[in-house]
């Protein structure tokens, strides 16, 4: 018993003389890199430069149709949002409009048109159908906004409606 | 005799203690030239924060959707983790303005023997830099028992190999008026054997 524990302690003497001098078989460290990504876009602002005119309307007129494509009375907006990003656009084809002073509604049957440039005539039709537009390198995408309205028993006087169009990031 | 002879161990072992307080811990890693495999556990894909809008604020990928990292070695050894992370994310186009935007690393690790974020562990990090001492595979059952099986010829430690599991996650914060475009960091892991 009494050799077992000197021989406990002159190993232990062993370990502590040469733990200083051990040598590290795996000294190198083994490195990875993880990327992190992201993608920024602008929030999409939506600019109002003109509104839709209507003029004045003639006795037994039964139609008003603004043509968005070559009407100079034509509503005008410009989307601003991140250069060259794709959008699809949608909006509600045909609103109501409410008398004003009464209880008078007419039936608005929008057409919008989109195009890169600020250029109303070459504009397109846009028509719900998902399509994906693209908004310029200066970031503007412009919109043209005409429709008909039907007149057939209108009621003298003023209207006033809605118009809902959604611009989103694809 | 046999006492003179323990008093004088005994004042040996006291002088090695004072040059050698580190000889306490016995780092079995040093001992072989052990191998340790690094790897992505779904390769090539990116921490990704996807599309953010500008002005949009705190972004951030939890856990449960964060990169992971496999550690493979031998289960009974710890590995030393460090990490560290770009404090931004910079936009990898042409920019003006501002171009940057903070990031923050979070991670933790599993070492039970699964990828499982149930069973992780937090690693603390300050300023995007953080490590961890962690057993490839975690004694459950307390300290370690008897040291390993000795190197001997033919000896092969992949028998004993194991996975651990490190989650790589965060967030970023996207400030008002940060510019368009595609925005780009690193987090940088090394690992080596205790």
Same mark, same amino acid.
Request: hydrophobic content about 40%; charged content about 15%; proline content about 4%.
């Given at each position: 018993?009494?050799?077992? @524990?000197?021989?406990?302690?002159?190993?232990?003497?062993?370990?502590?003389?040469?733990?200083? @001098?051990?040598?590290?078989?795996?000294?190198?460290?083994?490195?990875?890199?993880?990327?992190?990504?992201?993608?920024?876009?602008?929030?999409?602002?939506?600019?109002? $430069?003109?509104?839709?005119?209507?003029?004045? $309307? &003639?006795?037994? &007129? &039964?139609?008003?149709?603004?043509?968005?494509?070559?009407? $100079?009375?034509?509503?005008?907006?410009?989307?601003?949002?991140?250069?060259?990003?794709?959008? @699809?656009?949608? +909006?509600?084809?045909? *609103?109501?409009?409410? &008398? $004003?002073?009464?209880?008078?509604?007419?039936?608005?049957?929008?057409?919008?048109?989109?195009?890169?440039?600020?250029?109303?005539?070459?504009?397109?039709?846009?028509?719900?159908?998902?399509?994906?537009?693209?908004?310029? *390198?200066?970031? *503007?995408? +412009?919109?043209?906004?005409?429709? *008909?309205?039907?007149?057939?028993?209108?009621?003298?006087?003023?209207?006033?409606?809605?118009?809902?169009?959604?611009?989103?990031?694809? | 005799?046999?006492?003179?002879?323990?008093?004088?161990?005994?004042?040996?072992?006291?002088?090695?203690?004072?040059?050698?307080?580190?000889?306490?811990?016995?780092?079995?890693?040093?001992?072989? %030239?052990?191998?340790?495999?690094?790897?992505?556990?779904?390769?090539?894909?990116?921490?990704?924060?996807?599309?953010?809008?500008?002005?949009?604020?705190?972004?951030?990928?939890?856990?449960?959707?964060?990169?992971?990292?496999?550690?493979?070695?031998?289960?009974?050894? =710890?590995?030393?983790?460090?990490?560290?992370? =770009?404090?931004?994310?910079?936009?990898?186009?042409?920019?003006?303005?501002?171009?940057?935007?903070?990031?923050?690393?979070?991670?933790?690790?599993? %070492?039970?023997?699964?990828?499982?974020?149930?069973?992780?562990?937090?690693?603390?990090?300050?300023? %995007?830099?953080?490590?961890?001492?962690?057993?490839?595979?975690?004694?459950?059952?307390?300290?370690?028992?008897?040291?390993?099986?000795?190197?001997?010829?033919?000896? =092969?430690?992949?028998?004993? %190999?194991?996975?651990?599991?490190?989650?790589?996650?965060?967030?970023?914060?996207?400030?008002?008026?940060?510019?368009?475009?595609?925005?780009?960091?690193?987090?940088?892991?090394?690992?080596?054997?205790?």
């Amino acid at each position: 018993m009494q050799s077992r @524990s000197s021989l406990f302690c002159f190993i232990s003497i062993l370990t502590f003389a040469f733990g200083n @001098s051990l040598v590290h078989a795996q000294d190198e460290s083994i490195s990875g890199t993880v990327n992190v990504t992201t993608n920024v876009i602008q929030s999409i602002e939506l600019l109002t $430069v003109q509104n839709i005119s209507f003029g004045n $309307v &003639q006795p037994g &007129q &039964q139609e008003i149709y603004i043509n968005p494509v070559f009407d $100079v009375n034509a509503g005008f907006m410009i989307a601003i949002g991140t250069p060259e990003s794709d959008i @699809s656009i949608t +909006y509600i084809k045909q *609103r109501e409009l409410t &008398q $004003v002073d009464g209880e008078g509604i007419l039936i608005f049957d929008y057409e919008i048109t989109g195009n890169t440039e600020e250029n109303q005539e070459a504009s397109e039709l846009i028509d719900n159908d998902n399509r994906a537009f693209r908004i310029n *390198r200066e970031g *503007r995408f +412009y919109l043209w906004v005409g429709g *008909r309205i039907s007149l057939e028993n209108a009621l003298p006087g003023s209207y006033q409606g809605e118009f809902t169009i959604e611009i989103e990031y694809i | 005799m046999y006492r003179a002879l323990f008093t004088y161990v005994v004042a040996i072992m006291a002088c090695s203690l004072h040059v050698h307080v580190q000889a306490q811990e016995i780092d079995f890693g040093d001992f072989y %030239n052990y191998s340790i495999t690094v790897a992505e556990l779904n390769p090539g894909e990116d921490l990704d924060f996807g599309t953010v809008i500008e002005g949009g604020g705190i972004y951030s990928i939890a856990i449960s959707n964060s990169k992971v990292i496999t550690l493979t070695g031998v289960e009974y050894l =710890d590995v030393i983790v460090d990490i560290t992370a =770009d404090a931004d994310l910079v936009n990898t186009g042409i920019c003006s303005g501002s171009c940057s935007i903070p990031f923050t690393l979070e991670a933790a690790y599993a %070492n039970l023997g699964s990828d499982n974020i149930a069973q992780a562990l937090i690693i603390p990090i300050t300023s %995007n830099s953080g490590n961890a001492q962690i057993p490839i595979l975690r004694r459950i059952n307390g300290p370690a028992g008897p040291p390993p099986t000795p190197v001997f010829e033919g000896f =092969d430690p992949s028998v004993f %190999n194991e996975t651990a599991y490190l989650y790589l996650y965060g967030f970023i914060n996207v400030g008002v008026g940060v510019a368009a475009g595609t925005y780009e960091g690193n987090i940088t892991v090394s690992v080596i054997y205790d």
